[in-house]
């Protein structure tokens, strides 16, 4: 057999090259005459739209056939005349994939640097095609012997190029390199998925710039799930940016996308965090704009200009040892005497606090005295207005880890008070309306813990009956 | 089953289980009856038990005597989370809504706005109540009050508190409090019960609930009502605010009137002598206890220990209320006001001896704040009735050792418009109700002394810094109590509620002392 080709009738040669170069013009022209502008438009365009992944496969396939009908040729030239009927069937097929990728992008406002690669990518592929349409008749009967084949492996390597940016746009960046074998990823020039570089500590980013992240954005733009190909839970990840490339540009908030998008109007589409998620805070907004703003850092330690509050720290209480075996001597105690003696707090190292004033008539010297065996666990002790007497101190002196003591109203005069001195923790001692004198809490000078020592109404600290009771305003500038 | 006492057949006589009501009750009931025999049997024994079960085996293999101690109250076991700033607190309620920008929110630049509409901007699109949604202007009304600043704190506090002024550097100003009611029923019940419908305990109460009684001879949540002034406005303060909602009515606050005995019946009646009290209460609780037996109802329990309370109350209010123990310095720092039984004065000091008698949570109510139009008539008097009795009891707490574990709170329900309801004069204007922001103070155990925390715009009419709305006041003051609001919760309605609701509240970290 010998190859022979039809060559197409000469009356069809012009208008079909009109009509194709035209149909490149238009293409070519597209994104400035429709401009992708980043709002959403019609439903009608996304609902088609949304064809385009599936259709997108079919001119992906019949490409791929021309080649193969081309090789396959050499041995069936049947094959090669089939050829020319599939390219025009892939330039059909690239017009109207085209069409509703455009659809898509346009209808649903997308936006960005991969948006516009795989634009430019369908319709440098779709041109490549047509004219491989309209040069194989030539290169067929001989006349442009390379251009055709030249040109089809640009259409090759186009389609392999544009495919893979939408792939990129569908399923992320890393999709495909992500679980590339480990020799593989050192490759040169590989755009890889970045191990986490783990943060700075003490810098200003790791203190009050990533836990924003940690509690607004990393549901949507974490390790789990990858939205906008944008992560956060890292420095590096989040100085590459997204999809629609970097989020963060240092020193400029205002072309930082990520800082447009936390300060649009709440109700706006694009709006982050997305999905009615609570805005970030004012404070929040002002850092990473300061943060932005000086350089977008990942260790400075401070921002000029910033202060942040210090965190509120609770203060750790010192603990007492380990009396839960005596609980049930604990609970016989406050049984026999009507007395509490209870923890302080859920946590038992916070020690035991001793409250009397149910039996406060009752409760002297002698009952205190058979406390002594819980001593060293007992941190706060209210005898205020109990019978106890000056004896108390003797019984005192052995509790070891006391913080807190309330002597008010009784009757003691303070003699043996000096006996607190090794209660080294002892930072608060109530003597109000007591009888103590001066003379008598001077041992307790020496005490370094004692901060709130109350004298009220005492021989020490009197009550005055001439106190002045009229209020003066102290005017500051 | 024992028959049930409306059944006249012996033998077949329905249970609970028989009636036709939901499920969902009986099974509650039926809670409740295995609840009541394991707590009846082993009271503070079992919540000991409990506890030692927390720390491991070597706990309860430790001591056999654990077992064997006597019975006490479960509520001792009521701990709370983590050690607590404060032990006791007292709330003063000004009840109708104090003028913030006439109190301790200083707005300078409001004089040059007299008479001049507050911006749209300013106002937003905010629904305000009937008395001036119609109004055709809303002219801004400055402060008839000069300002200025006191302390070491620098606070500002207008002309009309001298007394608070001296002593702001003791206390925790919040300027940004906010509510989301704008009226006083349901505003009031947001800041009592954290929620504005009725039926949700308060804060008394949750923290009754939540840690117990110190001293069983009083209640632990007391209300203190204030008298009315006729020439203010007074809203009406009902025992709603006190009530404990769906939790045992053991924890509702118990009110003492303002006039004559503040506690009705407390004296026993002439040839009635403490035995022969003793012995008919006796009698009755043997009854209830047996009602009990035979229905199961929680609140038969709570009767008896009210009974019981009362029959306590009988020896211990006396010596509460006689105030003849009172050195002349006392009446020296509250003024002659605090004579008179009733008046906010004498109240605080009630209060003052409440806290002293370690009763948990002291609730003083003044109503007569809501200073719909005479401003400058009316709250001259508010202030005098007020502000040195407030100055006296932080002053008095403060000498005698308690302020440091007693929490002071401050604040009405919401606070008031910057702009004039009705005429707007040089000398008199009025003030509507305002939500979005106002002034509140705390004082005491738990919290940062010398600050302002929070910060309105300069109409005082939108919070731009700080914001603390309800939820997050009442966080916090749990927190000063050692409790974790979330973990505060009682199973009611399928939903472990809680004071601070179901919106998430946060503790306002910037009020604590470090």
């Known amino acids: 057999m010998g190859f022979t080709e039809v060559a197409p009738k000469n009356r069809l040669i012009k208008p079909v090259w009109i009509a194709s170069l035209l149909a490149v013009a238009a293409l070519l022209l597209l994104p400035s005459l429709v401009p992708l502008d980043g709002k959403t438009h019609a439903d009608w365009q996304q609902f088609l739209g949304r064809f385009h992944p599936l259709a997108v496969h079919l001119p992906i396939g019949m490409l791929l056939l021309v080649p193969l009908l081309e090789i396959g040729g050499r041995v069936r030239p049947a094959l090669r005349e089939a050829s020319i009927l599939v390219l025009w069937l892939c330039a059909f097929s690239c017009l109207g994939t085209l069409a509703l990728g455009y659809l898509?992008?346009?209808?649903?406002?997308?936006?960005?640097?991969?948006?516009?690669?795989?634009?430019?990518?369908?319709?440098?592929?779709?041109?490549?095609?047509?004219?491989?349409?309209?040069?194989?008749?030539?290169?067929?009967?001989?006349?442009?012997?390379?251009?055709?084949?030249?040109?089809?492996?640009?259409?090759?390597?186009?389609?392999?190029?544009?495919?893979?940016?939408?792939?990129?746009?569908?399923?992320?960046?890393?999709?495909?390199?992500?679980?590339?074998?480990?020799?593989?990823?050192?490759?040169?020039?590989l755009r890889m998925l970045q191990a986490k570089v783990p943060l700075v500590p003490n810098s200003f980013y790791a203190q009050h710039i990533h836990p924003i992240w940690d509690a607004n954005c990393l549901s949507c733009h974490g390790e789990s799930k990858v939205k906008g190909g944008l992560r956060l839970d890292a420095y590096n990840l989040l100085m590459e940016g997204g999809r629609d490339g970097p989020v963060i540009v240092p020193g400029k908030p205002e072309k930082s996308l990520l800082f447009t998008r936390i300060t649009l109007p709440p109700s706006d589409k694009k709006f982050m965090p997305a999905e009615g998620k609570p805005p970030l805070k004012p404070e929040e907004i002002a850092w990473i704009k300061a943060w932005i703003l000086q350089g977008a850092s990942p260790t400075a330690p401070s921002l000029a200009g910033v202060s942040v509050p210090q965190p509120y720290k609770e203060v750790a209480l010192p603990q007492v040892g380990d009396y839960s075996k005596l609980l049930g001597q604990i609970s016989q105690l406050e049984a026999s005497q009507g007395i509490s003696l209870l923890p302080l707090s859920k946590k038992l190292g916070d020690g035991l606090v001793l409250n009397t004033i149910n039996v406060a008539d009752k409760f002297d010297?002698?009952?205190?005295?058979?406390?002594?065996?819980?001593?060293?666990?007992?941190?706060?002790?209210?005898?205020?207005?109990?019978?106890?007497?000056?004896?108390?101190?003797?019984?005192?002196?052995?509790?070891?880890?006391?913080?807190?003591?309330?002597?008010?109203?009784?009757?003691?005069?303070?003699?043996?008070?000096?006996?607190?001195?090794?209660?080294?923790?002892?930072?608060?001692?109530?003597?109000?309306?007591?009888?103590?004198?001066?003379?008598?809490?001077?041992?307790?000078?020496?005490?370094?813990?004692?901060?709130?020592?109350?004298?009220?109404?005492?021989?020490?600290?009197?009550?005055?009956?001439?106190?002045?009771?009229?209020?003066?305003?102290?005017?500051?500038? | 089953m024992k028959q049930h006492p409306l059944c006249t057949d012996p033998d077949h006589g329905p249970t609970i289980l028989d009636l036709p009501i939901p499920n969902g009750m009986k099974m509650e009931w039926a809670a409740l009856e295995t609840r009541r025999h394991f707590l009846g049997k082993m009271g503070k024994v079992f919540g000991w038990a409990a506890l030692a079960s927390l720390l491991g085996d070597k706990a309860l293999t430790g001591d056999a005597h654990a077992a064997n101690a006597t019975l006490a109250s479960p509520e001792s076991l009521r701990l709370p989370q983590f050690a607590p700033k404060a032990k006791r607190a007292i709330y003063l309620f000004m009840s109708g809504g104090p003028p913030q920008m006439d109190l301790l929110d200083y707005k300078p630049n409001l004089a040059q706005f007299y008479d001049k509409d507050i911006p749209d901007s300013v106002r937003g699109n905010q629904q305000l109540t009937g008395m001036t949604a119609g109004q055709a202007r809303f002219p801004?009304?400055?402060?008839?009050?000069?300002?200025?600043?006191?302390?070491?704190?620098?606070?500002?506090?207008?002309?009309?508190?001298?007394?608070?002024?001296?002593?702001?550097?003791?206390?925790?100003?919040?300027?940004?409090?906010?509510?989301?009611?704008?009226?006083?029923?349901?505003?009031?019940?947001?800041?009592?019960?954290?929620?504005?419908?009725?039926?949700?305990?308060?804060?008394?109460?949750?923290?009754?609930?939540?840690?117990?009684?110190?001293?069983?001879?009083?209640?632990?949540?007391?209300?203190?009502?204030?008298?009315?002034?006729?020439?203010?406005?007074?809203?009406?303060?009902s025992s709603r605010l006190w009530s404990s909602g769906f939790l045992s009515s053991e924890y509702a606050g118990v009110g003492l009137r303002s006039a004559g005995d503040p506690v009705l019946y407390l004296s026993d009646p002439k040839g009635m002598d403490r035995d022969v009290r003793r012995k008919m209460l006796d009698a009755v609780n043997e009854i209830n206890h047996q009602t009990y037996q035979e229905l199961g109802d929680p609140e038969t329990n709570s009767r008896i220990s009210q009974y019981e309370m009362a029959y306590r109350m009988q020896a211990s209010v006396p010596d509460l209320t006689n105030m003849s123990d009172e050195p002349q310095s006392t009446w020296d720092l509250y003024g002659p006001d605090a004579k008179e039984p009733g008046t906010f004065a004498y109240n605080c000091l009630m209060a003052r001896r409440m806290a002293e008698r370690d009763v948990r949570f002291i609730q003083v109510y003044k109503r007569g704040w809501d200073v719909h139009s005479d401003v400058t008539g009316v709250l001259p008097i508010l202030c005098q009735e007020t502000d040195r009795a407030c100055y006296a009891?932080?002053?008095?707490?403060?000498?005698?050792?308690?302020?440091?574990?007693?929490?002071?709170?401050?604040?009405?329900?919401?606070?008031?418009?910057?702009?004039?309801?009705?005429?707007?004069?040089?000398?008199?204007?009025?003030?509507?109700?305002?939500?979005?922001?106002?002034?509140?103070?705390?004082?005491?155990?738990?919290?940062?002394?010398?600050?302002?925390?929070?910060?309105?715009?300069?109409?005082?009419?939108?919070?731009?810094?700080?914001?603390?709305?309800?939820?997050?006041?009442?966080?916090?003051?749990?927190?000063?109590?050692?409790?974790?609001?979330?973990?505060?919760?009682?199973?009611?309605?399928?939903?472990?509620?809680?004071?601070?609701?179901?919106?998430?509240?946060?503790?306002?970290?910037?009020?604590?002392?470090?």
């Not at chain 2, 001296?166 to 300027?175: A, E, G, N, P, W």
């Not at chain 2, 919106?503 to 306002?508: K, S, Y």
């Open chain 2, 140 to 237: 801004i009304a400055p402060s008839h009050w000069a300002f200025k600043q006191f302390g070491k704190s620098g606070a500002w506090v207008s002309d009309l508190l001298p007394y608070t002024a001296k002593m702001v550097d003791d206390l925790t100003i919040i300027r940004s409090t906010n509510t989301e009611a704008i009226n006083h029923e349901p505003a009031i019940m947001l800041m009592n019960t954290g929620n504005m419908n009725p039926g949700k305990p308060c804060l008394g109460s949750w923290l009754s609930y939540g840690l117990g009684s110190i001293n069983d001879n009083l209640p632990t949540f007391m209300v203190l009502l204030s008298k009315t002034n006729p020439k203010e406005n007074n809203q009406p303060v």
């Open chain 1, 365 to 477: 010297d002698a009952r205190l005295a058979q406390l002594q065996r819980f001593a060293p666990y007992i941190v706060e002790v209210d005898l205020g207005r109990t019978a106890v007497t000056d004896a108390c101190f003797d019984t005192l002196k052995t509790f070891t880890h006391l913080r807190a003591l309330r002597l008010e109203g009784t009757s003691v005069t303070g003699q043996g008070l000096a006996k607190l001195a090794p209660l080294s923790q002892l930072s608060y001692l109530n003597l109000s309306g007591t009888k103590v004198t001066q003379a008598a809490i001077a041992p307790l000078a020496s005490m370094h813990n004692l901060r709130h020592l109350y004298l009220y109404n005492t021989p020490a600290q009197p009550v005055s009956a001439a106190r002045a009771q009229e209020p003066s305003a102290r005017s500051s500038p």
């Open chain 1, 104 to 189: 898509l992008a346009y209808g649903s406002g997308a936006t960005g640097a991969g948006v516009t690669r795989h634009m430019w990518g369908g319709i440098s592929l779709t041109i490549a095609v047509l004219l491989c349409a309209l040069v194989r008749p030539l290169w067929a009967s001989g006349k442009l012997p390379y251009a055709y084949p030249a040109l089809l492996g640009c259409v090759m390597l186009l389609m392999a190029w544009a495919a893979h940016q939408g792939g990129s746009l569908t399923h992320g960046n890393y999709y495909l390199t992500e679980y590339l074998p480990a020799p593989l990823k050192r490759l040169p020039g």
């Open chain 2, 393 to 514: 009891l932080v002053t008095d707490l403060k000498q005698r050792g308690l302020l440091e574990d007693t929490l002071v709170i401050w604040s009405g329900e919401f606070g008031r418009t910057v702009y004039s309801q009705g005429g707007l004069s040089k000398d008199n204007y009025g003030r509507d109700h305002h939500p979005r922001c106002f002034t509140s103070w705390m004082a005491g155990g738990g919290v940062r002394p010398g600050i302002t925390y929070g910060e309105t715009d300069e109409f005082s009419y939108n919070v731009v810094r700080d914001p603390v709305p309800v939820r997050n006041f009442n966080a916090t003051l749990l927190h000063c109590m050692g409790i974790d609001h979330n973990k505060l919760t009682y199973k009611f309605q399928g939903l472990d509620q809680k004071l601070t609701g179901t919106t998430p509240a946060e503790v306002v970290t910037g009020l604590l002392a470090s």
